[in-house]
């Protein structure tokens, strides 16, 4: 499995990123996916979901109205697009593989692999 995740950058406050995360070595379309991030001196934050097909989405609630994930099962590649950004979304934005159908709390705890991170800087 391998999870090569980019975009990542500075932005001001108010602004917008688009992360990617690259998969290969699996199956991409039979598992969710996760995005989670981990600011400095913090736990890793699961952020959001989208499950297999890209029909339902799931958010944190500190990202929702802000953040859209979304995927793209023909390009294997999932996205993580990001607005009205705050200086406290400064993070290393990492993309998961889920198992095919997490609910509930299996969302943020049943993760099988993680890419390497990609950082995201908020600050004017």
């Known amino acids: 499995v391998q999870l090569v995740e980019s975009g990542g950058g500075l932005a001001q406050p108010g602004g917008s990123l688009r992360l990617s995360c690259s998969a290969s070595?699996?199956?991409?379309?039979?598992?969710?996916m996760s995005w989670a991030r981990q600011a400095p001196g913090k736990g890793l934050e699961w952020v959001a979901g989208?499950?297999?097909?890209?029909?339902?989405?799931y958010y944190a609630g500190f990202v929702k109205g802000r953040f859209t994930i979304s995927r793209d099962n023909a390009k294997n590649t999932l996205y993580l697009q990001m607005y009205n950004l705050k200086s406290e979304d400064t993070a290393l934005y990492y993309c998961?593989?889920?198992?095919?159908?997490?609910?509930?709390?299996?969302?943020?705890?049943?993760?099988?692999?993680w890419g390497q991170g990609t950082q995201v800087t908020v600050s004017s």
């Open positions: 998961g593989k889920n198992g095919p159908n997490p609910s509930g709390s299996s969302w943020s705890e049943e993760v099988y692999d």
């Open positions: 070595g699996f199956t991409f379309r039979s598992h969710a």
């Open positions: 989208i499950d297999r097909d890209g029909m339902a989405a």
